[in-house]
């Protein structure tokens, strides 16, 4: 059993930065690859970014690329999510979520294949 809880959520403006967190119980968290998903008003959750288990890898989203940077330290069970330039649309809810390994790391975009999830952080840029 994983349990994550995010922060770092707030009211920001249009390009700031802010970096989110989310941390992870239980002492298997480097067995784990992450991935960080939003869900805006009125929108469905959407992918945003993905580490694999041991922070050699990461995979974002065509919409943040070059703008949000994912990273985990596993020594401290968390992950980080860095978010640069940011845009009046990066406005949502942000989740993060955990899946067992192995697993493909394009998988790793895809809601269904999580086993645990986050409660969400609200992030509001405003312009």
């Known amino acids: 059993q994983v349990q994550l809880v995010e922060s770092g959520g707030g009211l920001v403006q249009v390009g700031d930065s802010l970096r989110l967190s989310c941390a992870a119980s239980g002492r298997t968290f480097s067995a784990y690859a992450m991935g960080w998903f939003r869900q805006a008003p009125g929108k469905e959750r959407e992918f945003v970014a993905a580490v694999s288990s041991g922070g050699g890898t990461t995979y974002e989203a065509d919409s943040v690329k070059g703008r949000f940077t994912m990273s985990r330290d596993n020594a401290k069970n968390t992950v980080y999510l860095q978010m640069n330039s940011l845009k009046a649309e990066d406005t949502a809810v942000y989740y993060c979520?955990?899946?067992?390994?192995?697993?493909?790391?394009?998988?790793?975009?895809?809601?269904?294949?999580?086993?645990?999830w986050g409660q969400g952080t609200q992030v509001t840029v405003s312009s």
């Open positions: 979520a955990a899946k067992r390994t192995p697993v493909v790391l394009n998988v790793l975009k895809i809601q269904r294949a999580y086993d645990y």
